[in-house]
């Protein structure tokens, strides 16, 4: 994905980009902007790294005051926005990434600047390392803004103090005590935004990993109230639903699945190649009376380079099921190599789960 993401940053995004700027930046030179940009390093760096490159070129064409560079990316980035420059927020995220390389310590002049500056694209990652050097002083900006009219600044006073946001870096101080974040999150839970709302269930699935128990004391306090909260909560347990938390597992109304049978559980082909399809199916009976309520989800035992296995939990899906009827699935699952997943040779296992317990197990072998 990243090696497709990056192209966004290609000969017709840089003319329109030049051209806008060109009409904001006093003085600026395309030609000198695009040699410094197109430099020896630029067809290998990958897309993060060229948003950290462009954010250090445009740098050298705002102003050198920090506070009078702020205020022109500001002035910049309006514009683009007004131009449509965009497809999505993504392109413009070099922007933030002028503020968290030269900013950490102008405080209040980069606070101001992200404030701006996401509701044009996220902030999510710049504002990790003031969270970090200004802990005490960006929660209560962060609380502030759980207020704020824009939606996109709300979803920051969630997303940026998220303790495991993925591609960035950890905030060892709310991983340890996540008890900041909860105000936060309470002025959020009913928010008006999916967006928002989003957010917030990641967040409580983050802070999951780290304090079971205070999340499930929360979806116990949000339970029932809105529609809204019960989704940020289930969405928020997730992990431990994956994990099969008993507490979590009871909360949801996933009871035990003993009156469950499974038939006929079969892997097409157990002996597959890297990028191979891992094609199966199986059949359960519920043979109890009443309906029961079944999160049903695979399991697959991958061979990690250290010759031992790890296992990752998928969803297939979760229902009520009525009693004395056949249910059949069939699903497959891709054994080819991701950016976030490689595939090694040997031994692998499939099983299924059935309200947090593995019922059934096949091996099957991955060759190369």
Known sequence: ??????NIYNKAFFDQFCDI????IKDFDKKDFLKKIYDKEWEQRELKQRMKHIASVLKEFLPANYDKCIAAACKLIAELKKKNIKQSSVELMFFPEIIEQYGIDHLEVSVKGMEFITQITSCEFAIRP????YPKEMMKTMLDWSRHESHHVRRLASEGCRPRLPWAMAIPALKKNPSPIFPILENLKKDSSDFVRRSVANNLN???????????????RWKGKCDETDWIIKHGSRTLLKKANPDALSLFGLISAKTIAVKNFKIDNCDIALNDDLCFSFELI?????PLKLRIEYCI???????KQNKK????????????????????QSFRD???RKHYRGEHKLSLVINGKEMVSKDFYLSK
Do not use: C, Q, W
């Open 21 to 24: 700027t060109g009409t904001v």
């Open 206 to 220: 983050d802070i999951a990993k780290d304090h079971p128990e205070k999340v499930l004391e929360i979806a116990l």
């Open 1 to 6: 994905m990243a090696d497709l993401l990056k």
């Open 286 to 290: 519920h043979k109890e009376k009443e």
């Open 301 to 307: 035992y991958y061979m990690k380079a250290n010759g």
């Open 130 to 133: 003031f969270i970090i050097k």
């Open 313 to 332: 939990i998928f969803k297939i899906t979760e229902n009520m099921y009525a009693s004395d009827v056949k249910h059949a699935f069939k699903r497959k």
């Open 338 to 340: 991701l950016t976030t």
